[in-house]
């Protein structure tokens, strides 16, 4: 397969920047000498813009320190064309242009030789492929002045997206609406209700008319419908059991609370994703693929949910966890930024949680990387002081204390907001139902 050129293209964009330094910058913005399929065309634009960065003048004689005489006698021939001066943007938008296209082709062509060695899984070869393409589509920069961004503030004042609650009314309260191209991280230890509250959101988001996709991770779809079952059947005072729908023991009654459990999702915009397993990569063609679907069904995608944040792969092959989850993070957060949705990642804690006194999180705790904290715009921690007051066993002398102790928690769950970009941290109770796998204000 050859590769997509136009060395012509790249000779007169070099003419052109030897003729008139004042292309320079712009070249520079988007370009860099890797953008260029012939390598001395490429050392020709790296000299040319780091001479200018220098604040010095750029011409062919200016640059003959770095170049031996055949190299030189060509640049002086390129610095006598000055046709180029006619067409300099359209010369740097196809240069441009034609490197992205080739790096896309480079990245496809790895996924289609991988099509031919059969022990390479049909889901890695599909990441390839998708972190390809995902790459490109997302390489956009916006560069607006000030004023530009203050006059586009006046024209959206009032028609603003206010961004997507859950209906848990206290924790709308303490932590505000999940906004277009926020990264929200939802974080506990296990028992402490994250995908009881992430489902419990993402269903509330989604009857309000909010775009949502869940990507399940850790759970089949089987087991988030069943899950999905006994938080719409649950009216806040009685429901049907989420271990009877598990099970399959329903009576009448709680099999017609089932299907009209039914019949309130249908038409609502909530997507599943089911992946034991998932690049960054891929799931950015995913979350594009489901806006496309529900633009085409009348809604917008506003809210992605992702169970849980560790059991993402990222693109690329990490050497430690840390580097993993830092690569991750700083996927998700530019994901959310490129298409304009709001990212709520579940996420474990480390188990230093749990021999602190209290067991209260704090923000180190978050596992694996301090990256998660530095890209994130909110991060909500769970806590169920129940959970752990149960793991005390009878013979332990702290017993007692933990039975009197257990009455005033019971049922609860504290929502700690201990980070949040644009607004106060606090914490909140909200009421946990552990019998029906729902979460409420």
């Given at each position: 397969?050859?590769?997509?050129?136009?060395?012509?293209?790249?000779?007169?964009?070099?003419?052109?920047?030897?003729?008139?330094?004042?292309?320079?910058?712009?070249?520079?913005?988007?370009?860099?000498?890797?953008?260029?399929?012939?390598?001395?065309?490429?050392?020709?634009?790296?000299?040319?813009?780091?001479?200018?960065?220098?604040?010095?003048?750029?011409?062919?004689?200016?640059?003959?320190?770095?170049?031996?005489?055949?190299?030189?006698?060509?640049?002086?021939?390129?610095?006598?064309?000055?046709?180029?001066?006619?067409?300099?943007?359209?010369?740097?938008?196809?240069?441009?242009?034609?490197?992205?296209?080739?790096?896309?082709?480079?990245?496809?062509?790895?996924?289609?030789?991988?099509?031919?060695?059969?022990?390479?899984?049909?889901?890695?070869?599909?990441?390839?492929?998708?972190?390809?393409?995902?790459?490109?589509?997302?390489?956009?920069?916006?560069?607006?002045?000030?004023?530009?961004?203050?006059?586009?503030?006046?024209?959206?004042?009032?028609?603003?997206?206010?961004?997507?609650?859950?209906?848990?009314?206290?924790?709308?309260?303490?932590?505000?609406?999940i906004r277009p191209k926020q990264l929200v991280i939802g974080a506990g230890r296990p028992g402490m209700g994250k995908t009881a509250l992430a489902l419990s959101y993402a269903i509330g988001a989604a009857q309000q008319g909010h775009g949502v996709?869940?990507?399940?991770?850790?759970?089949?779809?089987?087991e988030l419908a069943e899950r999905m079952a006994a938080d719409l059947c649950f009216d806040g005072h009685e429901g049907v059991p989420y271990a009877a729908i598990r099970d399959g023991d329903l009576n009448g009654w709680q099999k017609r609370r089932?299907?009209?459990?039914?019949?309130?999702?249908?038409?609502?915009?909530?997507?599943?994703?089911?992946?034991?397993?998932?690049?960054?990569?891929?799931?950015?063609?995913?979350?594009?693929?489901?806006?496309?679907?529900?633009?085409?069904?009348?809604?917008?995608?506003?809210?992605?949910?992702?169970?849980?944040?560790?059991?993402?792969?990222?693109?690329?092959?990490?050497?430690?966890?840390?580097?993993?989850?830092?690569?991750?993070?700083?996927?998700?957060?530019?994901?959310?930024?490129?298409?304009?949705?709001?990212?709520?990642?579940?996420?474990?804690?480390?188990?230093?949680?749990?021999?602190?006194?209290?067991?209260?999180?704090?923000?180190?705790?978050?596992?694996?990387?301090?990256?998660?904290?530095?890209?994130?715009?909110?991060?909500?921690?769970?806590?169920?002081?129940?959970?752990?007051?149960?793991?005390?066993?009878?013979?332990?002398?702290?017993?007692?204390?933990?039975?009197?102790?257990?009455?005033?928690?019971?049922?609860?769950?504290?929502?700690?907001?201990?980070?949040?970009?644009?607004?106060?941290?606090?914490?909140?109770?909200?009421?946990?139902?552990?019998?029906?796998?729902?979460?409420?204000?």
């Open positions: 397969m050859s590769a997509i050129q136009n060395t012509d293209a790249e000779a007169a964009l070099i003419a052109g920047l030897l003729n008139d330094n004042e292309w320079i910058d712009r070249a520079a913005d988007r370009l860099s000498g890797a953008d260029f399929y012939d390598p001395l065309y490429g050392r020709f634009y790296e000299a040319i813009v780091r001479e200018a960065a220098q604040g010095r003048g750029v011409n062919a004689i200016t640059l003959r320190p770095y170049f031996n005489d055949d190299e030189l006698r060509q640049l002086i021939r390129l610095s006598s064309d000055l046709s180029a001066l006619l067409a300099m943007r359209e010369l740097i938008g196809q240069v441009a242009d034609i490197s992205r296209r080739r790096q896309m082709q480079a990245g496809l062509s790895v996924a289609a030789e991988a099509c031919a060695d059969l022990t390479i899984p049909q889901s890695e070869i599909i990441a390839h492929a998708d972190a390809a393409i995902a790459e490109e589509a997302s390489g956009a920069i916006a560069q607006p002045t000030g004023a530009e961004c203050l006059g586009a503030l006046l024209d959206n004042l009032g028609k603003q997206d206010r961004g997507v609650t859950g209906g848990i009314q206290v924790l709308d309260d303490l932590m505000g609406p996709l869940y990507v399940s991770l850790e759970m089949s779809a089987q089932v299907a009209e459990a039914y019949s309130k999702m249908q038409g609502v915009p909530f997507h599943i994703i089911d992946a034991g397993a998932l690049t960054t990569g891929r799931l950015n063609m995913l979350v594009r693929r489901h806006a496309r679907k529900m633009a085409a069904d009348g809604y917008k995608l506003e809210l992605v949910v992702i169970d849980y944040l560790q059991l993402l792969h990222p693109d690329s092959k990490a050497r430690s966890n840390y580097e993993a989850v830092s690569e991750i993070s700083r996927s998700l957060k530019a994901m959310a930024k490129d298409q304009g949705v709001g990212i709520f990642a579940l996420a474990q804690l480390s188990r230093s949680v749990e021999s602190r006194e209290g067991n209260r999180p704090q923000l180190s705790d978050l596992r694996d990387s301090g990256q998660i904290e530095q890209d994130a715009d909110a991060v909500l921690f769970l806590l169920r002081h129940e959970y752990y007051l149960r793991q005390i066993e009878e013979n332990s002398p702290e017993y007692a204390k933990a039975q009197q102790a257990l009455e005033a928690v019971q049922g609860q769950i504290e929502f700690i907001v201990a980070k949040r970009r644009n607004g106060v941290a606090g914490t909140a109770t909200g009421r946990f139902h552990g019998a029906y796998q729902a979460v409420r204000g």
